[in-house]
C-alpha cells in the first residue's frame, strides 16, 4: 500500500473501533485529515476492500475492518497509548508481594476493570509435586489434607477414611512424606510406595497412600487452571448484546475454558504481547473475539499467561501496555512473595 492508503486504512480502523459505526467516504475525508477528494478516497476504499481490508457491512455504504485489516493495523499502523498515571498507579498497589493466588486472581480483575472487557489469566503450570502437606483431624474417619505446592499455592482436599487417626498418628504420617517425598514427582512417589511403605506400619501406609493420590489429584485438577474476571461485562457491548445466539456461545466458552487454555498454553511459548484476532486466527475459537495476551514468570521461567478478552473493536494501542505491564507487575509480585 502506498502511504495515503495506509493512512486512510488507519483511520478508518481507529473511528470503527470508537464509533462502532461502518465508516463512510465523508467521514474519512475529515477523519484522515488528508485532502483528497471524495471520489479518490472512495477509490482506495474499494482497493482496500479488493484486497481484504475492510468490508461492506450490510447495504450500508460504509466499510468496516475485517480480521486482516485488524492484523496489519496492529503489527504496522498502531500506535501504542501510555498508559494514565492513575491507572498505573493502581496496578503497582493492588499487584504486590502475597500468596500467589491471591495475585493472580487481582491481576484478572485489575484487568476487567481496567479494559470493561474481561480479564484471563492462566494459573502457574505446576510441576507434579509438592513443598509441604499437613493433615488436620476434623472428625472421625474425617481428616483435611492440606498441600502446598513449590510455587506456594495451598490446595486442600478432604479424606474420608475407613479409620479414625490420632493427631499424633497424622503427624507422624505427614512428617514422613515431607522428609521423603518433598520435590519428588508424584509418579515417581507411587512407584517407590510398592516398597517403601511396605516397611512401614499398614494403618500410615493406608493414610500415605490415600494422601499421595489425593495430592495428585489436586495438582493436576484443570478446574482452577484458568481464572475469568469480567465476563459480564459482554451483555454490555453492542457487539454482543444484541445477538443472543452469540452471548450464549461466548458463555459457554467461558465456561468451559478448554479451547482458551489451549491458546493460552500456546502463548505462553511466545515472548511479550502476542495478539489474536478472531477470523484470523485459528487458535480464537469465536470471530468476533480478540485476545492480548503475554506471559509472567517466577524466578525467570514463564509459568502462566494473562491477558484481555474483548470484541475485534478494541482499543488496541491501549490494550497492549495494560497487558504488558501487568505481566512485569505479577512476575515482581510472584518473586518477592517468595522471598
Known sequence: MDERARILLKSLIEHYIVDGQPVGSRTLSQYSRLDLSPATIRNVMANLEEHGLIAHRHTSSGRVPTPRGYRLFVDSLLTVQPLEAGEASQMQGALVAQEPRQVLAKAAGLLSELSSFAGVVSTQRRGGTFRHIEFLRLSARRVLLILVSPEGDVHNR?????????????????????????????????????????????DISALMQRAIDAGREAVEDDSDKMLIAGSSNFVGIPDFADDMARLKQLFSLFEQRTDLLQLMDASARASGVQIYIGGESELVPMEELSIVIAPYKADGKVVGTLGVIGPTRMAYQRMIPMVDITARLVSSALDAGRE
Do not use: K, V
Open 158 to 202: 478432604m479424606l474420608q477414611l475407613d479409620r479414625d487417626y490420632t493427631p499424633s498418628t497424622l503427624n507422624e504420617a505427614a512428617n514422613y512424606i515431607n522428609a521423603h517425598y518433598a520435590g519428588i514427582g508424584f509418579d515417581e512417589i507411587r512407584r517407590r510406595l510398592g516398597t517403601e511403605l511396605a516397611e512401614l506400619r499398614r
